[in-house]
């Protein structure tokens, strides 16, 4: 589950991250509340930032021709007017999409002088199986063009997590990024805090990009995160109540949100034939299969190792919600799952929801010759295939011969 950028600072700075002084807030009446505030404390700079579940925000565009989702101003009625021009209007990036999406929120924050940017980043390596840390003095950049071009300044540091990161690994860290001083201090509380974040949280992965040595209104320097990212395992939300309600539904798709209500995994693409599978790996498989024969994956759904009658009817009902999908390509193996039982949940579908496109289903494990003979004693126009590479060439095939 990912987070708005403001949520993200606020969870860091439970745990002893520094984080600019700022509020998010979607009036205007609001914006210049909180950018007068910000003004009576000393700051003379002030950030307003559109708040949307996408990356290049700065770099965007409005649909309505006003550039960038994050801007600099000097006063408190510069704040607001900003603020103004991107509540309800629908930003542009690179990773939203031609569609954009619609900003419901602001962060307005201290734009205090920024000295120095870093990189960092906890998440877990999957291939050791433990937690690293990450810092890069490439900060502001993207971190997949760094490693691309100059892997070298990536600095890793794995953690031991009965231990947790230790003190001594925050001041390597600390080192690699040339900190000196009261810098080094200051890293070491910060990078065992957004650990901390992390780990408790039950994290996929927090990024701080750019983390920053910025000189505060009193002169001092302070190490502080001036962005953040923030996502979290979905799996484990339960253990967190606080941390599940800051999910804005707002920001992910409709039928993704759907899906979830009847337990099904489910992530649109932009295709025209429709998967569904029970098993993420077979999901993956067929995705790659039916690009191999020639045709493009509407979806990636995965309905799990036990799905009911009602289960795969949602599936279906949600599937054909995608205008762009022409056929559908049903691939089960039967373990816990019994093929006869998937079957009657398909014919079911099919039947409720009028279906009208090429459909194609493979059937393989417990009860497959039942399932199968459910199949071609109906009367619903339903392909059956042997295999794998069977059904993805008949669904390519169907698709193509019917548009």
């Known amino acids: 589950m990912n987070i708005h950028e403001y949520q993200a600072k606020e969870v860091l700075a439970r745990y002893g991250v520094a984080v600019p002084p700022g509020n998010a807030v979607s009036t205007v009446d609001e914006a210049r509340s909180v950018a007068a505030d910000l003004a009576s404390q000393g700051h003379t700079k002030l950030v307003i930032k559109s708040q949307i579940h996408a990356g290049g925000r700065g770099k965007g565009t409005f649909t309505d021709g006003f550039q960038g989702g994050v801007k600099l101003c000097n006063t408190v009625d510069e704040a607001a007017d900003i603020a103004g021009r991107m509540l309800g209007n629908t930003l542009v990036t690179k990773q939203t ?6 900003v419901n929120k602001v ?36 971190i997949e063009e760094v490693a691309e071009k100059t892997p070298e300044k990536i600095i890793k540091e794995w953690v031991n997590p009965g231990l947790g ?17 009261s810098l080094i201090n200051q890293a070491v509380k910060l990078f065992i805090g957004v650990y901390n974040a992390w780990w408790k949280s039950d994290g996929a992965l927090v990024e701080i990009n750019p983390l920053c040595i910025v000189r505060k209104p009193d002169g001092s320097e302070s190490l502080t995160a001036v962005d953040a990212k923030v996502s979290f395992d979905d799996n484990a939300l339960y253990r967190h109540k606080d941390l599940a309600g800051l999910r804005d539904i707002t920001e992910e798709s409709p039928l993704e949100v759907e899906a979830g ?36 994956p509407a979806n990636f759904l995965d309905v799990g190792g036990g799905a009911s009658k009602e289960q795969v009817t949602a599936a279906f009902k949600i599937i054909l919600s995608d205008p762009n999908v022409e056929g559908i390509l049903v691939n089960i193996f039967g373990g816990i799952m019994q093929c006869d039982i998937i079957a009657s949940g398909i014919l079911a579908a099919v039947e409720e929801t009028g279906l009208s496109l090429p459909l194609v289903v493979r059937l393989e494990g417990t009860n497959v010759a039942q399932g199968k003979k459910l199949i071609e004693e109906s009367t619903l126009d339903v392909i059956s295939a042997d295999s794998l590479a069977d059904a993805a060439q008949k669904i390519a095939n169907a698709v193509k011969q019917a548009s």
């Not at 999409?97 to 619609?102: A, I, L, V």
């Not at 920024?114 to 050791?128: G, M, P, S």
């Not at 860290?173 to 900190?179: H, S």
């Open 261 to 296: 209500k009847y337990d099904l995994n489910y992530i649109k693409l932009d295709g025209n034939i429709a998967c569904l599978v029970n098993g993420a790996g077979l999901a993956m498989a067929t995705m790659d299969i039916i690009q191999y024969y020639g045709g493009s």
């Open 165 to 181: 990161l230790m003190p001594y690994q925050a001041r390597k860290l600390a080192r690699a990024l040339g900190l000196t001083g």
């Open 107 to 142: 962060l307005i924050a201290a734009a205090e002088e920024i000295l120095k940017e870093f990189y960092l980043a906890v998440l877990l390596d999957r291939a050791c199986s433990k937690p690293v840390i990450m810092v890069s003095t490439e900060g502001g950049m993207d």
């Open 97 to 102: 999409g031609p569609d954009g999406k619609q």
